[in-house]
C-alpha cells in the first residue's frame, strides 16, 4: 500500500525556517519522482518543488525559488523540503506527492513548472507564517 505522510509543519513568523518532510512507504523510492506542493486557503494548487531519484534534478517555483530546497534521504525513503526566509504569503497547506519516473515529466512554465504523471498524494502539513 502506498503512503506519503507530510511532517515539519508549524507556526513560525516572517524570516524564520522550518523544514518539512515527506516520508514514502510501499514503492521502491529510487524510481521514483517526488514533488511538493501547497494550497492556502481561497487559492489554487500551487506545485512548489520537484526531485527526480534518478539524475537528482530539481525544479522549483519562482514563488520559492532562492528560499526552499529539496533533498532527499534514500535510506529513509524521506524527502526534505527546506524552507528559509518564510514569508506570511507561504502559509498554506503543503502537500506531497509521488510518481514512477518513466510517468513523469515536467514542463517549463511561467510560475516555474509543472509536473505531470504523479500518482500518489499525501496528508498534508499546515505551514502558518505570522507577519
Known amino acids: 500500500?502506498?503512503?506519503?505522510?507530510?511532517?515539519?509543519?508549524?507556526l513560525v513568523q516572517a524570516g524564520e525556517?522550518?523544514?518539512?518532510?515527506c516520508t514514502a512507504s510501499g514503492?521502491?523510492?529510487d524510481d521514483y519522482a517526488i514533488g511538493w506542493f501547497r494550497q492556502a486557503p481561497g487559492k489554487e494548487r500551487e506545485e512548489i518543488s520537484f526531485w527526480s531519484s534518478i539524475d537528482g534534478s530539481t525544479y522549483y517555483a519562482v514563488s520559492v525559488k532562492g528560499r526552499f530546497t529539496i533533498?532527499?534521504?534514500?535510506a529513509k525513503n524521506t524527502v526534505y523540503l527546506q524552507m528559509n526566509s518564510l514569508?506570511?504569503?507561504?502559509?498554506?497547506?503543503?502537500?506531497?506527492?509521488?510518481?514512477?519516473?518513466?510517468?513523469?515529466?515536467?514542463?517549463?512554465e511561467p510560475?516555474?513548472?509543472?509536473?505531470?504523471?504523479?500518482e500518489h498524494w499525501g496528508k498534508g502539513t499546515l505551514v502558518t507564517v505570522s507577519s
Open 1 to 10: 500500500d502506498v503512503q506519503l505522510q507530510a511532517s515539519g509543519g508549524g
Open 87 to 108: 514569508k506570511p504569503e507561504d502559509t498554506a497547506v503543503y502537500y506531497c506527492e509521488a510518481g514512477p519516473f518513466d510517468k513523469v515529466m515536467v514542463s517549463i
Open 17 to 21: 525556517s522550518l523544514r518539512l518532510s
Open 111 to 118: 510560475t516555474g513548472f509543472r509536473s505531470h504523471g504523479m
Open 27 to 29: 514503492f521502491t523510492f
Open 71 to 74: 533533498s532527499s534521504d534514500n
